[in-house]
Every structure is written in C-alpha cells, then in structure tokens.
C-alpha cells in the first residue's frame, strides 16, 4: 500500500527533514510513526498525503509513484485518503453534520447519498445524536471524533493522523486509538504519527521510529 524507497526531503535553506527514509506498510495493515518533536513524522505523512513532495527516491501508494503525479490529479489520490490532525480544523460556524458532509460536497455527491453517508461516519464516532450541534459545544474528545467522521465519510482505503490524541487524556486517547483499530478491522490501511509511546504499547501495532529524519527502528520488517 505504502512504500518509501531511499526517500529525502531536503527544505529551502538546505534543512533535510527526512533522509533515507525506508519501509513498507501492507495494505490493511495497521503501524505507528513516533519519534522525538522535528524528528520528520509530519513529514513523512504529508509525503504520502501529496501535502509536499519529496526531493529524492520514491514514495508509491497503491502501486502509484507519487513523484509521478501532476498538481492536477492531486485530488484523485486524495480521494482515497483520509487525513485526521491534532487540530482538527472544524467550521464552528457550520453544524457538526455540514462539517462530515463537507468533503462529499466538495466532490459533487448527491444530495440523499450526502445524508446517507455523514449519518454513517456519524453513527460510527458514536455521535450521531450531535449532528445538528455547533462544534463549539462539544468536549475536545467529541470535536475530534468529528474530525474522524469528516476523514472516513468517503469511505477512504488508507487513514493517516498525524496526533490525533496529542490535546486529549490518556482515557480519551485510548478511545480514539480503538476506534482506528475498529477501522482497521475492516480493511482499512492506517498510519498514526503519535508520541505517546505508552499508549502504543497498549495498541499492540507494528512500529516505525524515527529520529533526526531517519528510520531508526522498524516492526514491519518482521511482518513483510
């Protein structure tokens, strides 16, 4: 699903974010990205994401090199993508059900399959009975899940967080930690940039480490 040979990332003023960058990450397949704060895990998943584009190697997705795609077709492969962040980037002045519904209307959705479909990613955060609430009503764990409901409405292949749980407690984090599992359960390929090597363990997923922009440790190699 997601592979990175010899990959480099090398910003304006010559700073290398990611060097030599390595792994693969089987389709369906579950993993964790941690590493110190600038350690290059943003990085990495807005490679995947098409957010930046790598200055040396090749990152594939879906047997697709990424280096190979024009800005035009970016919004394709996003369209099998769904990107959670720390900060979830909700429209307070929308309800929760526009914010989910958003990324549909975007891509020209029906209306009827539009409502079918944010009552579906709704139902499985658990909040279907807040969608016609304001964002700003709800605890940090809700507004959250919400982030995650807008990131599967399209029913994406591949899931990428980039600490999702970094503003929540350890309770809530785990929350959010299974419901990706769940999501996993079902086929679907995450990725977890996340710091909270103590809830990792609890997880039980494969591990990649990074430190200074390199690959320092990796548990998929056991299970390729």
Same mark, same amino acid.
């Given at each position: 699903?997601?592979?990175?040979?010899?990959?480099?990332?090398?910003?304006?003023?010559?700073?290398?974010?990611?060097?030599?960058?390595?792994? $693969?990450?089987?389709?369906?397949?579950?993993?964790?990205?941690?590493? $110190?704060?600038?350690?290059?895990?943003?990085?990495?998943?807005?490679?995947?994401?098409?957010?930046?584009?790598?200055?040396?190697?090749?990152?594939?997705?879906?047997?697709?090199? =990424?280096?190979?795609?024009?800005?035009?077709?970016?919004?394709? +492969?996003?369209?099998?993508?769904?990107?959670?962040?720390?900060?979830?980037?909700?429209?307070?002045?929308?309800?929760?059900?526009?914010?989910?519904?958003?990324?549909?209307?975007?891509?020209?959705?029906?209306?009827?399959?539009?409502?079918?479909?944010?009552? /579906?990613?709704?139902?499985?955060?658990?909040?279907?009975?807040?969608?016609?609430?304001? !964002?700003?009503?709800?605890?940090?764990?809700?507004?959250?899940?919400?982030?995650? /409901?807008?990131?599967?409405?399209?029913?994406?292949?591949?899931?990428? /967080?980039?600490? !999702?749980?970094?503003?929540?407690? !350890?309770?809530?984090?785990?929350?959010?930690?299974?419901?990706?599992?769940?999501?996993?359960?079902?086929?679907?390929?995450? =990725?977890?940039?996340? $710091?909270?090597?103590?809830? +990792?363990?609890?997880?039980?997923? !494969?591990?990649?480490?990074?430190?200074?922009?390199?690959?320092? $440790?990796?548990?998929?190699?056991?299970?390729?």
């Amino acid at each position: 699903m997601i592979r990175f040979d010899n990959v480099y990332k090398r910003y304006p003023g010559g700073q290398e974010a990611l060097g030599n960058v390595n792994f $693969h990450l089987p389709r369906g397949e579950m993993a964790y990205l941690t590493g $110190h704060s600038g350690a290059g895990k943003s990085t990495l998943l807005k490679l995947i994401a098409l957010i930046e584009r790598s200055s040396q190697g090749n990152v594939i997705l879906d047997g697709v090199n =990424l280096g190979h795609v024009r800005n035009s077709k970016v919004p394709y +492969i996003r369209r099998n993508i769904g990107i959670i962040f720390q900060n979830h980037h909700l429209l307070y002045d929308r309800t929760v059900f526009d914010n989910v519904a958003l990324p549909l209307i975007i891509a020209g959705y029906q209306h009827k399959e539009v409502g079918k479909r944010v009552r /579906a990613a709704l139902d499985q955060v658990g909040l279907l009975h807040k969608e016609k609430a304001e !964002p700003i009503t709800l605890s940090g764990g809700e507004q959250q899940r919400v982030g995650i /409901a807008r990131a599967i409405v399209h029913k994406p292949s591949l899931l990428l /967080a980039d600490e !999702p749980t970094g503003n929540l407690d !350890p309770a809530l984090s785990k929350e959010i930690m299974e419901l990706f599992a769940r999501f996993n359960q079902v086929g679907v390929t995450v =990725l977890i940039a996340s $710091h909270d090597l103590e809830l +990792i363990k609890q997880m039980g997923s !494969p591990v990649i480490s990074l430190s200074q922009g390199k690959v320092i $440790h990796d548990d998929l190699l056991e299970t390729v």
